[in-house]
């Protein structure tokens, strides 16, 4: 019965790290391609992270006891690994974190002005999350273990309503949109969505180093975010046109999440309350966790607990640097994520094949042809989010834009 339960619950804990605040920022990158061709890049991007998270396994259990990703990295590495693995991971951290901030923001200055009838200017909307929940990760685990239950209760009964009346106002010709060449612009938010690799160390200790129940609750657990990624894009690219005063064009050009078009579409206040409930669980229960292993990261790493305001100042560490990057871009959300794409695809592809690459049992001609795929697949999503963040690839999707398109649009 124990070795079950630990069987189910490490598949959660796989699927429960991959689905977060992402899912609702798919169906407005993915808008502009059509369901279908997001249907197939969700499919590639799960089998190829799935990849990589067996050579990650296989890494993690070449050694005894229970080491991170850091110490992998050194051991297998080097020096050269262990830096670039504790550079990356802080990056994506704080992608994350940025992401969930500036998430939040419309979701409370929406709540401020129902209470108070007060429309507050945007630069505020950032500020109540930090000081409100903060505060919960500056007080450590339980805190926020505590909260994270709630919040995830929360998260589980909203998705359901949602998905048990929104299917009534799908509009199938809206499926039907196709766009094969826009899909690139979404490559770098699928891939960070399926980014569940930093639990494998702590998985292997749990299901006792057991490498066919390891691999299982690998596949098991990062098909249940693949599958709740595609009834997700199912419901809203069903439901909101891309184009239009509130479609999800103009959602992506202010960097805005799928829950805001839905919300002006329908029109319906039971919708409406259950979509901004989700949306905010979804956004607490991801920056909760991302921004507590990021204040422990930084806690451990610059050996804060010696100094009697340690945890405070790596609290202000954790905050500052993410809520400068929000104010400063006007698309935060999607921005943030798709710089995350490029830590995701260094940390967790290019690393793990360069570690198995050291390995005896990956010296076959086979395995090594594989490594090099892994890594020349991940060499092209960082190309295609620099091309991203660059502004090349609008094109792709500039007759969609251009009608919305103001003056400041480059000013991201």
Request: glycine content about 8%; some cysteine.
């Amino acid at each position: 019965m124990l070795r079950a339960n630990r069987f189910i619950g490490g598949i959660l804990l796989v699927s429960g790290t991959s689905i977060g605040a992402g899912m609702l920022a798919l169906p407005v990158i993915s808008s502009f391609a059509g369901f279908l061709p997001s249907f197939v890049l969700l499919g590639f991007c799960w089998l190829f992270l799935f990849i990589t998270s067996l050579l990650l396994l296989d890494v993690n259990l070449a050694f005894r006891g229970e080491v991170n990703l850091v110490t992998m990295a050194g051991r297998t590495l080097g020096v050269v690994g262990k830096v670039i693995c504790w550079i990356t991971y802080l990056l994506l951290l704080y992608s994350l974190t940025a992401a969930y901030i500036a998430g939040s923001s419309p979701l409370f200055l929406k709540a401020l002005e129902w209470l108070t009838g007060y429309s507050a200017p945007a630069w505020i909307g950032p500020f109540p999350l930090l000081l409100f929940f903060g505060i919960f990760v500056y007080l450590g685990t339980q805190a926020v273990d505590l909260l994270n239950r709630i919040f995830m209760f929360g998260l589980i009964f909203c998705y359901a309503l949602l998905v048990a009346f929104l299917p009534s106002h799908i509009q199938f010709d809206l499926l039907q949109h196709v766009d094969s060449k826009a899909i690139w612009i979404a490559l770098p938010v699928v891939i960070t969505s399926f980014g569940f690799h930093i639990i494998i160390p702590t998985l292997t200790t749990y299901l006792n180093h057991d490498v066919k129940k390891l691999r299982l609750t690998l596949l098991i657990g990062s098909l249940i975010p693949f599958l709740v990624y595609t009834l997700w894009e199912l419901l809203i690219l069903g439901t909101v046109p891309l184009e239009g005063e509130s479609g999800l064009s103009l959602a992506w050009l202010n960097g805005q999440t799928a829950i805001s078009s839905l919300s002006h579409i329908l029109q319906n206040n039971w919708i409406t309350t259950a979509a901004s409930a989700f949306s905010f669980f979804a956004i607490m229960t991801s920056f909760l966790g991302v921004s507590l292993s990021l204040t422990d990261f930084l806690t451990d790493g610059l050996h804060m607990k010696r100094f009697s305001l340690g945890r405070e100042f790596t609290s202000l560490l954790t905050f500052i640097p993410p809520l400068i990057f929000v104010l400063a871009y006007k698309r935060g959300f999607i921005v943030a994520l798709q710089f995350a794409g490029i830590f995701v695809a260094i940390l967790l592809c290019i690393l793990p094949a360069a570690m198995a690459w050291t390995l005896p049992t990956y010296r076959t001609f086979l395995k090594r042809s594989l490594l090099l795929l892994v890594i020349g697949i991940s060499l092209f999503v960082i190309f295609i989010d620099v091309l991203e963040e660059l502004g090349m690839l609008k094109s792709l999707v500039s007759h969609y834009i251009s009608p919305l398109v103001t003056p400041d649009f480059n000013k991201k």
